[in-house]
């Protein structure tokens, strides 16, 4: 089914000290992002990639979004459904040697001052000069696909400003899969949006073709359980 949405105008940056601000008025410009994901530390506006790259090293992975350090929503069960994405598509690629995937470990510089971290990424092989992969840990790449599996931490609003980042980036095509709804949204561009429903087909479209899956498959490949006990 397909959906109508009116595209956003694009969020201001995050350029006021910090004593002109309280919290609430940051939550909102991250939108709605809870506290406890926001990191205090450099300031918010005043984050840079190396702060992203120490903050890992402490065991917080976070996202860059206007020089504020905001930690990714993290939960087991996505993590899981993402790994088995993932597997799914380096399968794919395996047979039609189109392109690379990263997971959600794998930091994007998207443009100055926004560094995200989809859960996972498909890159073609035209973002690489002679197949060369980068070794830096916040390569300047965007992925043709972008894959988020919304964790109850994420906010709507959240999700939409991380979708005009993907989108005035370059990225091509945004599938964010909502356990709860057990349902995909399937992003062509900001303003254009299928709902895609658990037993339909999910398809790369002109930026994979010939893949497919439905979230009915990846449901099942992660509730699968070993044999039983003796």
């Known amino acids: 089914m397909a959906i109508a949405s009116q ?3 694009a969020t201001p940056p995050l350029t006021v000290a910090g004593e002109d601000w309280s919290l609430a008025d940051l939550q909102e410009h991250l939108g709605g992002v809870p506290p406890e994901r926001i990191r205090l530390h450099p300031p918010p506006g005043t984050a840079t990639d190396k702060d992203v790259i120490e903050a890992e090293g ?5 996202e860059l979004v206007d020089g504020t350090l905001v930690e990714k929503a993290m939960g087991w069960y996505e993590s899981r459904l993402a790994m ?3 597997h799914l598509l380096e399968s794919f690629l395996e047979e039609h040697d189109w392109g690379v995937t990263v997971g959600e470990g794998g930091m994007l510089r998207l443009m100055a001052g926004q560094v995200r971290i989809p859960d996972v990424g498909y890159f073609s092989w035209n973002k690489f000069p002679n197949r060369e ?3 830096e840990p916040i390569p300047d790449l965007v992925p043709d696909l972008a894959i988020e599996v919304l964790s109850r931490g994420n906010t709507e609003a959240e999700m939409q400003r991380k979708l005009r980042d993907y989108f005035a980036a370059g990225v091509r095509l945004v599938w964010y899969i909502d356990l709860r709804q057990r349902s995909t949204r399937v992003y ?3 303003a254009k949006v299928t709902v895609i429903g658990e037993d339909q087909p999910l398809s790369g479209g002109d930026v994979l073709p010939g893949f497919e899956v439905t979230l009915s498959e990846l449901f099942a490949r992660a509730d699968r359980q070993g044999p039983a006990g003796e």
Not at 58 to 62: E, Q, S, V
């Open 58 to 62: 402490r065991g917080h992975l976070c």
């Open 84 to 86: 088995i994405l993932g």
């Open 133 to 135: 992969l980068p070794r």
């Open 7 to 9: 595209p956003t105008a």
């Open 188 to 190: 062509s561009s900001v």
